[in-house]
């Protein structure tokens, strides 16, 4: 039987999903949950906060905790949370391309923020998706 990992990857790549072939904005509700659940979980658990925030994957930021929320993961919505308030104090940036910006003008912000490193310790070990 395939495992969770292996379900969600294909269902990704397949045509029954708008992930990574329709412009976020423009997906549907339903659609918008998956592809920020899957975005997060992904990037988060490859390569931390910071490439979620640097990759294209940053404009799914604005409602990753909502579609969290939706799915039943308010643990892990909260912690998307935090690291959107760590990242960005002033509040998340209007735009894919500003988020990115506004992260990679935060030397290393991942590799050396101690709350980042919490942040990303919190979501592998306590994530419920």
Known sequence: ???????????????????????FATQ???????????????????????????NDSCETAVFVAKALDTIGAPRTADICRRAIATAFPAGLPPTPEAI????????EWGRNNAASA???????????V
């Open 1 to 23: 039987m395939p495992g969770k990992n292996n379900i969600l990857i294909s269902l990704s790549e397949s045509d029954r999903t708008q992930f990574g072939k329709q412009n």
């Open 100 to 107: 990115s910006t506004g992260v990679s003008l935060q030397v």
């Open 118 to 128: 919490r942040l990303l310790d919190r979501f592998q070990t306590r994530c419920e």
């Open 28 to 54: 549907s509700t339903p659609q918008q949950v998956f592809s920020s659940v899957w975005a997060v979980e992904a990037e988060v658990n490859n390569g931390g906060f910071s490439q979620y925030f640097l």
